[in-house]
Nanobody
Framework: QVQLVESGGGLVQAGGSLRLSCVAS????????IRWYRQAPGKQRELVAH???????NYADSVKGRFTISRATTKNTMYLQMNSLKPEDTAVYYC???????????????WGQGTQVTVSS
């Protein structure tokens, strides 16, 4: 089994920064694409950032220039650095990863439990 556990959320004032971490544990052969999503109350879950196995990144327009997604492959850990936070960034943030548990197997889709980020004005 594979688990993703997020940490780093909390309450911050507008203009502040937070770094979210997501650690994958269990039987892991490879971690492929990694994504961070968020869901604000009453809204649909939206894709915030994406990083490919080769390191290419993509961001939602609303966070470009403020958020940075990264990965520490040797630690099975993924990060979302969030700077210049705005009240509209308030949401539950989820990490999501495509993880293969053995060589030659098709990666499965795994989700973390979510971490709350609240930005006060």
């Amino acid at each position: 089994q594979v688990q993703l556990v997020e940490s780093g959320g909390g309450l911050v004032q507008a203009g502040g920064s937070l770094r979210l971490s997501c650690v994958a544990s269990g039987t892991i052969f490879s971690i492929n694409a990694i994504r961070w999503y968020r869901q604000a109350p009453g809204k649909q879950r939206e894709l915030v950032a994406h990083i490919t196995p080769g390191g290419s990144t993509n961001y939602a327009d609303s966070v470009k220039g403020r958020f940075t997604i990264s990965r520490a492959t040797t630690k099975n850990t993924m990060y979302l650095q969030m700077n210049s936070l705005k009240p509209e960034d308030t949401a539950v943030y989820y990490c999501n990863a495509d993880i293969a548990q053995a060589r030659g197997t098709i990666p499965d889709d795994y989700w973390g439990q979510g971490t709350q980020v609240t930005v006060s004005s």
